[in-house]
Nanobody, 127 residues
Framework: QVQLVESGGGLVQAGGSLRLSCAASGRTFGSYYMGWFRQAPGKEREFVATSIPNVGSTDYADSVKGRFTISRDSAENTAYLQMNSLKPEDTAVYYC????????????????????WGQGTQVTVSS
């Protein structure tokens, strides 16, 4: 049984930082895309960042480039999202997602590409 469990969300003032964690179990996720998405009230789930397996690269939404950093610890089977210079518009529920390299069928920017999801963690940025 594959499980993704997020943690690290909370309330922070604008300009502050948070680090989200996504603990994966049930598989070794070295060959998986590990992505972060977010969903604000009344809005669709949107791509934030992804860690690309095998090549070791990353990609980000334009809205978070230069502020957020995605990383993974293969030994711990955990992905992280370091969020700096937070803005009120970053307020959302943040979700961790995963899809195996061999099974990816769509763009890694798309939520529908990922087949494993965590339960989400709330991030609230006050102005």
């Amino acid at each position: 049984q594959v499980q993704l469990v997020e943690s690290g969300g909370g309330l922070v003032q604008a300009g502050g930082s948070l680090r989200l964690s996504c603990a994966a179990s049930g598989r070794t996720f070295g060959s998986y895309y590990m992505g972060w998405f977010r969903q604000a009230p009344g809005k669709e789930r949107e791509f934030v960042a992804t860690s690309i397996p095998n090549v070791g690269s990353t990609d980000y939404a334009d809205s978070v480039k230069g502020r957020f950093t995605i990383s993974r610890d293969s030994a711990e089977n955990t992905a992280y999202l370091q969020m700096n210079s937070l803005k009120p518009e970053d307020t959302a529920v943040y979700y961790c997602a995963a899809v195996e390299w061999a099974n990816r069928r769509g763009s890694y920017f798309s939520a529908s590409t990922y087949n494993y999801w965590g339960q989400g963690t709330q991030v609230t940025v006050s102005s």
